[in-house]
């Protein structure tokens, strides 16, 4: 007896087929016009995939100064690792029934990307010619490191929105209810806005004003969308149990001092390189106020207070300081 065309194919084959026919049959659409796309289409490519020549032609210094484009490069390559985090949040956010286990995995994949971030710093810090840099960073005013977005949102996922409030206003707002109204109020003494005025006049740079024109009306809406999405409302929404994991505890710890310690720092200490001369200071790109809005000892900036010490609230930082920047200055 002869074999059927459909005994032709193995029986895991078969089903699969089967499997796609009734797939595209729900949305109204023919296997047999997709089979005909999969015969005529070309093989899939890396350079294609990741669309390397575009990716590749997205360097455009301003200067001919050739350590120009180590600064672009890594800037980039910091954006990409702030959208990562940024994707393992939303993911974090969008878990109803959040557990344990995902939760711990989602905060080391983030812990990850900021320690990638933290330890080659020094590509960007020891790679460029000083020289070369106080001279190609006029042909970038106003533009500045200060204006990244992605990091103001990774910092509006993680945290009460009341804890990114200027710490000289945040007792005051410390207890209103995190409405439309009240982020409103907060925005307006959020903690960076200090980090961009007049070093002379305490006027807002241009820079400041550029990056509230862009992005006030989103990080605004990010922070509302997030009252119930936020990392410390994640795991305030847990069993008491799984509250007292010790990793999961250790994670938050971690991201809170990645991202308010050890990635503002890996700053400073390259501003003290490039910037601090004696006995006066260089502006930052931007005008940005550097020397008090990177070291953490001032901003006393902390996502998770109820998770540290009195005595490692009042030190926030500080190790960091004395060991990285004043010991190891070059």
């Known amino acids: 007896m002869a074999k059927t065309k459909e005994a032709l194919l193995p029986d895991d084959i078969l089903q699969k087929v089967i499997t796609l026919k009734e797939k595209y049959a729900a949305m109204g659409q023919d296997l047999g016009a997709y089979l005909d796309g999969l015969i005529h289409a070309d093989y899939l490519t890396y350079w294609d995939y990741i669309h390397l020549d575009t990716l590749l032609s997205l360097q455009n210094p301003k200067t001919a100064f050739p350590d120009e484009q180590i600064f672009i490069m890594y800037h980039q390559i910091t954006e990409l690792y702030f959208k990562l985090s940024l994707h393992e949040l939303q993911q974090i956010g969008d878990m109803e029934n959040i557990t344990k286990e995902f939760f711990i995995a989602r905060l080391r994949r983030i812990n990850n990307y900021f320690k990638a971030l933290t330890t080659s710093f020094g590509i960007m810090r020891l790679g460029m010619e000083k020289e070369q840099f106080l001279q190609f960073r006029m042909a970038l005013l106003p533009a500045s490191g200060f204006q990244s977005g992605q990091y103001r949102k990774i910092e509006i996922f993680s945290t009460e929105f009341k804890n990114l409030v200027d710490k000289d206003h945040r007792k005051e707002y410390y207890e209103l209810e995190p409405n439309k109204d009240n982020i409103e109020k907060m925005y307006e003494f959020i903690y960076w806005k200090k980090g961009a005025t007049e070093l002379a006049t305490g006027e807002k740079t241009l820079t400041l004003k550029q990056f509230e024109n862009k992005y006030s009306k989103e990080f605004k809406a990010l922070a509302l969308e997030c009252?119930?999405?936020?990392?410390?409302?994640?795991?305030?929404?847990?069993?008491?149990?799984?509250?007292?994991?010790?990793?999961?505890i250790k994670e938050i710890q971690f991201l809170d001092i990645?991202?308010?310690?050890?990635?503002?720092?890996?700053?400073?200490k390259s501003?003290?390189?490039y910037l601090?001369?004696?006995?006066?200071?260089?502006?930052?790109?931007?005008?940005?106020?550097?020397q008090k809005y990177l070291p953490p000892r001032f901003?006393?900036?902390i996502f998770y207070p109820e998770l540290w010490s009195?005595?490692?609230?009042?030190?926030?930082?500080?190790?960091?300081?004395?060991?990285?920047?004043?010991?190891?200055?070059?």
């Open 227 to 248: 009252v119930n999405k936020n990392i410390w409302s994640k795991y305030k929404g847990m069993s008491e149990e799984d509250q007292q994991n010790e990793q999961l």
């Open 258 to 268: 990645n991202v308010n310690i050890n990635w503002p720092l890996v700053h400073y």
């Open 271 to 273: 501003a003290a390189r």
């Open 276 to 290: 601090q001369m004696d006995p006066q200071d260089i502006a930052a790109t931007g005008g940005t106020n550097w």
């Open 299 to 301: 901003q006393k900036r």
């Open 310 to 330: 009195d005595e490692e609230k009042e030190n926030w930082g500080k190790a960091w300081v004395e060991e990285n920047v004043f010991f190891q200055k070059g």
